[in-house]
C-alpha cells in the first residue's frame, strides 16, 4: 500500500474506528460516512497533502472508498 493512501486510511480512522477502511467501499453509500465527515475529512485532507479539494471533487464517487480518496489526493497533488 502506498504512502498516501496509508495516510489516507489513517485520516478515516480517526473518523470511524471501528470501520476496516483498507477494505471497506461504499462509504458514503452505506451511510458511514456523513456530510459532517465529509467536511472534516475534507479539511483534513487538505491540511495534510497541502492540497485544495473543490466543490466540484465532493461526490460519492471520490468519498465511497479509501483508494478512490488515495487517488483524488494523489491527483490533486499532481496539479
Known amino acids: 500500500m502506498n504512502e498516501t493512501l496509508e495516510k489516507v486510511i489513517e485520516i478515516l480512522t480517526e473518523l470511524?474506528?471501528?470501520?476496516?477502511?483498507?477494505?471497506?467501499?461504499?462509504?458514503?453509500?452505506?451511510?458511514?460516512?456523513?456530510?459532517?465527515?465529509?467536511?472534516?475529512?475534507?479539511s483534513e485532507l487538505n491540511n495534510?497533502?497541502?492540497?485544495?479539494?473543490?466543490?466540484?471533487?465532493l461526490t460519492p464517487e471520490n468519498f465511497n472508498s479509501a483508494q478512490a480518496l488515495g487517488a483524488m489526493v494523489e491527483e490533486l497533488e499532481d496539479i
Open 16 to 42: 470511524h474506528e471501528d470501520v476496516d477502511f483498507r477494505t471497506r467501499e461504499r462509504l458514503w453509500d452505506d451511510h458511514i460516512l456523513d456530510s459532517f465527515d465529509v467536511v472534516t475529512l475534507t
Open 48 to 57: 495534510e497533502f497541502d492540497i485544495v479539494i473543490t466543490a466540484d471533487r
